[in-house]
């Protein structure tokens, strides 16, 4: 098998041709990192290359299915991790020159479940600053390019997990998502993406953005790929105390099944029309004609607090950030400026977090100081607190009516580079559809449904299902992109730009 | 509501930012804005609507008390920007007078 050949393959059929022992799983890493070696410079989709590591972990897996051993159905299987996770001995930097340099003494849940299961980990994507952006413009390492237009947002934060899929430099990636930093990218880039349950994955070694929010969870060019990655990733860990101590739901069964005969699926009315591009919203239509066509019941909801979850969230994010930013001082780790023996600590303190930090880090971290603080923290906090009950209420008394709801992941294509960068909250507006599911703490899905016919750049939709009921988001997933499949003959992705 | 170029220094104070005089200006008419743009949250939330501060309720978890192994003070020290005698060196933490 060519290495252009088996760089297209999915997850599931990399999993069938290792097994069946038709190609090792050196020649599957080498072919994704020649791949990276030859389109990378262009999209930068990488901050750290481990090739040592993952020629490694390849060669480990092709001993132990020469030595007779069961492996996992993912045992070979390349994948591109967030630089937001710390993995044991590799760099870890989630985008900011305050960890430049840092190598984890340890490794995080996420990352000891992938070496578990054999998956071979090609190295750290980049992403914005502390996972704070939606274009991956505020990265400290430059920006990633959107593989489908060089000159675009491949999304954010984690939009060289995204970019990677879309470039055909890694069949799956793990993301995070605190207010849409899965799916968003996997909206603009014609990849699926998807924000399990809170709770559902373990946060252990994850580095904290907001606490109450961050969820990690699998990137895939397909339903079923993201169905393996997160059967792997999710379940109880006794080291996250949020961790939901209860079965995963049988996500993998949902995506070989797609059947939506019989579903209700609420269409948020908060999440469409004003402020959405035109093509996002015609193809959002088409998609959800055919899945009427297939037998889904669609009817409209209304989540009037939805309005108001921008504002509560962009106090609730800087508060906990601005609280899980304080780690980083110069003390224990990373960067440490200023120490010329006569400043203080406070001093070096200071300095440090002024050299390290990039402009949007330093805003959210006032913001949140501001939000916070004595005079303030009813009207401001405690008010976006409340808000976010009624958030919580407008989803439960959705599901009462509906199985799934869904609206338009993001409400436009992949902007221009540089477009949105000095404009807060223009560029805040991007999550406007996929934060109300991280205030609730639900599970959500994106998945690609065309290309809008203004400017022939990716459209995602999204799914969103109550939480711990992750599994009917692969359900109605796998039909839609299958119907989708039916009437173009392939993925989306396939008609991505061979770079 | 506003808030002036004063506020932002003492923000950045708290939050430990050394910023300078150019940043300054700058945040204080962007936190401005975003603020102004955030304090709707008010709108909405009544005195009798109980605040959320975690998506999925849990009360108490804890585990067992069980040792297990940890980093080694070698390992926890790895990243350390200074390390001395087996301990994180750190500027001095007292004025000195």
Redo the contacts between chains.
């Keep these: 098998m060519s290495n252009e050949h088996l760089t297209r393959l999915s997850a599931a059929e990399l999993s069938q041709v290792l097994s069946s022992r038709e190609v090792s799983a050196v020649e599957v890493t080498r072919a994704h990192l020649d791949r990276i070696a030859s389109v990378d410079p262009s999209v930068h989709a990488f901050l750290h290359i481990d090739d040592e590591g993952a020629l490694a972990s390849a060669n480990a897996v092709d001993a132990k299915r020469a030595a007779g051993e069961a492996l996992g159905p993912l045992a070979g299987v390349p994948l591109a991790l967030k630089d937001v996770m710390a993995m044991r001995g590799v760099p870890t930097t989630c985008g900011s020159k305050v960890l430049e340099g840092w190598r984890p003494p340890y490794d995080a849940t996420v990352v000891s479940r992938l070496r578990a299961a054999d998956v071979v980990i090609l190295g750290k994507t980049n992403m914005d600053e502390f996972a704070m952006g939606s274009s991956t413009e505020h990265s400290a390492y430059g920006p990633t390019r959107n593989p489908w237009d060089l000159d675009r947002i491949p999304g954010g934060s984690g939009g060289g997990s995204a970019a990677a899929l879309a470039a055909f430099e890694a069949p799956l990636a793990i993301g995070t998502d605190t207010g849409g930093s899965i799916r968003q990218p996997a909206a603009v880039t014609g990849t699926v993406g998807v924000k399990p349950t809170y709770g559902a994955v373990s946060r252990y070694g994850l580095v904290a953005l907001a606490s109450s929010l961050d969820q990690a969870g699998p990137c895939a060019r397909s339903v079923e790929d993201a169905a393996m990655l997160h059967a792997v990733i999710a379940g109880y860990d006794p080291l996250d105390s949020t961790s939901i101590n209860e079965p995963v739901p049988s996500v993998l069964e949902a995506a070989r099944r797609g059947d939506v005969r019989g579903l209700k699926i609420g269409l948020v009315k908060e999440l469409s029309g004003e402020g959405y591009q035109a093509g996002v919203t015609q193809r959002f239509n088409e998609a959800v004609e055919i899945l009427t066509g297939l037998g889904a019941e669609v009817v409209e909801v209304s989540c009037p607090h939805f309005d108001y979850a921008l504002a509560a969230y962009y106090l609730i994010l800087p508060s906990e950030a601005s609280s899980n930013l304080a780690r980083f001082d110069g003390m224990r780790f990373g960067l440490r400026e200023g120490d010329d023996g006569d400043n203080g600590v406070e001093q070096v303190m200071s300095l440090t977090r002024e050299a390290g930090f990039g402009a949007e880090v330093k805003r959210r971290i006032m913001i949140g100081t501001y939000a916070l603080s004595s005079g303030y923290y009813d009207a401001y906090y405690g008010q976006a607190q409340k808000v976010r009950t009624l958030i919580q209420r407008d989803f439960a008394a959705a599901f009462e009516k509906v199985d799934l709801l869904a609206s338009p992941t993001a409400p436009t294509t992949a902007f221009r580079i540089g477009d949105k960068v000095d404009d807060p909250l223009a560029m805040y507006l991007n999550d406007v559809a996929t934060i109300p599911v991280n205030l609730a703490g639900n599970c959500a899905m994106s998945l690609p449904i065309g290309l809008a016919p203004e400017d022939s750049l990716p459209v995602g939709l999204q799914f969103m299902a109550p939480a711990k009921a992750d599994d009917r988001l692969y359900n109605a997933g796998a039909a839609l992109e299958a119907a989708l499949k039916d009437r173009w003959g392939h993925l989306l992705i396939e008609e991505a730009p061979a770079l | 509501m506003s808030?002036s170029r004063d506020e932002?220094a003492k923000?950045?104070?708290?939050?430990?930012?050394?910023?300078?005089a150019d940043?300054l200006d700058h945040?204080a008419e962007?936190?401005d804005?975003?603020?102004a743009?955030?304090?709707?949250?008010?709108?909405?939330?009544?005195a009798d609507?109980?605040?959320?501060?975690?998506?999925?309720p849990?009360t108490n978890?804890l585990?067992p008390d069980v040792p297990r192994t940890s980093?080694t003070s070698q390992?926890?020290l790895?990243?350390?920007?200074?390390a001395q005698e087996g301990r994180?060196r750190?500027?001095?933490?007292?004025?000195t007078e």
Aim: charged share 15%; aromatic share 4%.
């Design positions: 808030i932002v923000l950045a104070h708290l939050a430990r930012l050394d910023l300078q940043e945040y962007q936190l804005v975003i603020l743009s955030v304090a709707r949250v008010a709108e909405v939330a009544a609507v109980p605040a959320t501060s975690h998506p999925i849990m978890v585990r980093l390992e926890a790895s990243g350390a920007p200074s994180f750190v500027p001095r933490i007292l004025d």
